[in-house]
């Protein structure tokens, strides 16, 4: 079966292209390699013996999308990963990010309606929430008000696919609310490409231990939490990926109750910062340069997953603990600067 998978050599999207083809699937990748390059496609050869089918298109071309369903007409389903998402800069240039993150995904859409059944899987993000008022976080908590033009894409992106289902009852999809990804492939072979300053706190964490950056600043120390940091729920990229194929699985097996759908994604566990930098030490080794500094404004204090409807409707759970998530991120950055140098 033919699944389109959009970001395919992104972060999440390359992980779960080689979930997919463990299952079976024959993956056709698009990227425009804005935030990846083609090497990624060498790193999912040498974890699953099977090259992908890529083709470089930005999506943001509509020709070119129409283009591409005309010449692909046994597509069963897209699990759409191509987006921006650097919250800083989508403050600083919302228009790329409404473009990017919004018009992509209309002209998918658009392009879905027209089979006489489509499966779609889209990447949400637990920022839809805010800070929720209790814990663990439910699926059906309220949406809070979007703190940057990035989550806003998330809210108006889940918008969007529901009322595009509601009328086009060929399309069954279901928007994956993730928590906090980290890590790479056990293998090393691939994992977040070290473009740009992090966003995240994992890679600043292992690009510290590993030298590149002299130091990392824990924002704020005074929360009413256990030591004070900000508590989040880290989920390792494969756990994660699973869960997009169970999802796929779910929709194309027609074993969806309604035709849109949101899952949790996440661990169900929370770890302060100071907790992310104590595992970084303990499989590497290593003692990490951290300081703590001011609160950092936007901030939310504590976020974390209840993952009871992903358990019981999709059967799926998180495998791997924040450890030996960590490990796969400080072997994946390991390799990284090894080939750098
Ligand atoms: N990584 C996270 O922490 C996180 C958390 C929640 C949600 N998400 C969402 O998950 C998705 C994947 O995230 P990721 O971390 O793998 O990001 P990523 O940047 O590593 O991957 C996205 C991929 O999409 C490609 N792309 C971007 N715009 C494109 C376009 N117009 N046409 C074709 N390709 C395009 C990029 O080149 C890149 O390879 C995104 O939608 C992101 O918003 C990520």
Request: hydrophobic share 35%.
């Given at each position: 079966?033919?699944?389109v998978?959009?970001?395919?050599?992104?972060?999440?999207?390359?992980?779960?292209?080689?979930?997919?083809?463990?299952?079976?699937?024959?993956?056709?990748?698009?990227?425009?390699?804005?935030?990846?390059?083609?090497?990624?496609?060498?790193?999912?050869?040498?974890?699953?013996?099977?090259?992908?089918?890529?083709?470089?298109?930005?999506?943001?071309?509509?020709?070119k999308?129409?283009?591409?369903?005309?010449?692909?007409?046994?597509?069963?389903?897209?699990?759409?990963?191509?987006?921006?998402?650097?919250?800083?800069e989508?403050?600083?240039?919302?228009?790329?990010?409404?473009?990017?993150?919004?018009?992509?995904?209309?002209?998918?859409?658009?392009?879905?309606?027209?089979?006489?059944r489509?499966?779609?899987?889209?990447?949400?993000?637990?920022?839809?929430?805010?800070?929720?008022?209790?814990?663990?976080?439910?699926?059906d908590?309220?949406?809070?008000?979007?703190?940057?033009?990035?989550?806003?894409?998330?809210?108006?992106?889940?918008?969007?696919?529901?009322?595009?289902?509601?009328?086009?009852?060929a399309?069954?999809?279901?928007?994956?609310?993730?928590?906090?990804?980290?890590?790479?492939?056990?293998?090393?072979?691939?994992?977040?490409?070290?473009?740009?300053?992090?966003?995240?706190?994992?890679p600043?964490?292992?690009?510290?231990?590993a030298?590149?950056?002299?130091?990392?600043?824990v924002?704020?120390?005074?929360?009413?939490?256990?030591?004070?940091?900000?508590?989040?729920?880290?989920?390792?990229?494969?756990?994660?990926?699973?869960?997009?194929?169970?999802?796929?699985?779910?929709?194309?097996?027609?074993?969806?109750?309604?035709?849109?759908?949101?899952f949790?994604?996440?661990?169900?566990?929370?770890?302060?910062?100071?907790?992310?930098?104590?595992?970084?030490?303990?499989?590497s080794?290593?003692?990490?340069?951290?300081?703590?500094?001011?609160?950092?404004?936007?901030?939310?204090?504590?976020?974390?997953?209840d993952?009871?409807?992903?358990?019981?409707?999709?059967?799926?759970?998180?495998?791997?603990?924040?450890?030996?998530a960590?490990?796969?991120a400080?072997?994946?950055?390991?390799?990284?600067r090894?080939e750098?140098v």
């Open positions: 079966m033919k699944i998978v959009t970001g395919g050599l992104g972060f999440i999207g390359s992980h779960t292209t080689v979930e997919l083809q463990k299952k079976g699937f024959e993956v056709v990748i698009i990227d425009d390699l804005s935030n990846s390059t083609e090497k990624v496609l060498d790193g999912i050869v040498a974890i699953t013996g099977k090259r992908p089918e890529f083709e470089k298109i930005d999506l943001k071309e509509k020709s999308v129409e283009d591409f369903f005309k010449r692909h007409q046994d597509i069963a389903g897209v699990i759409h990963f191509a987006a921006s998402k650097a919250v800083g989508s403050v600083e240039k919302p228009l790329l990010y409404y473009e990017n993150n919004i018009g992509t995904l209309v002209y998918l859409l658009k392009e879905l309606s027209k089979k006489q489509a499966s779609f899987i889209f990447s949400s993000s637990c920022t839809v929430y805010g800070q929720a008022d209790k814990m663990p976080i439910t699926e908590a309220p949406v809070k008000a979007a703190e940057s033009p990035y989550g806003n894409t998330k809210q108006i992106g889940e918008e969007i696919i529901q009322e595009t289902c509601k009328v086009t009852p399309i069954n999809a279901i928007a994956l609310r993730y928590f906090n990804p980290m890590g790479a492939h056990p293998s090393a072979e691939i994992g977040e490409l070290p473009i740009g300053v992090p966003q995240n706190l994992v600043f964490v292992t690009q510290t231990g030298g590149i950056r002299e130091q990392i600043s924002f704020g120390g005074d929360y009413p939490t256990e030591d004070g940091t900000c508590i989040r729920d880290y989920i390792h990229v494969v756990d994660l990926a699973k869960a997009h194929v169970v999802a796929l699985e779910r929709l194309l097996d027609g074993k969806n109750e309604e035709n849109y759908e949101v949790n994604v996440g661990t169900g566990k929370g770890s302060s910062v100071l907790e992310v930098i104590q595992s970084f030490e303990r499989v080794g290593k003692k990490l340069n951290y300081k703590i500094v001011g609160r950092r404004p936007g901030d939310i204090m504590t976020a974390y997953a993952t009871t409807k992903a358990n019981e409707v999709l059967g799926w759970k998180a495998e791997s603990s924040l450890d030996e960590m490990k796969s400080w072997l994946w950055e390991q390799r990284v090894k750098s």
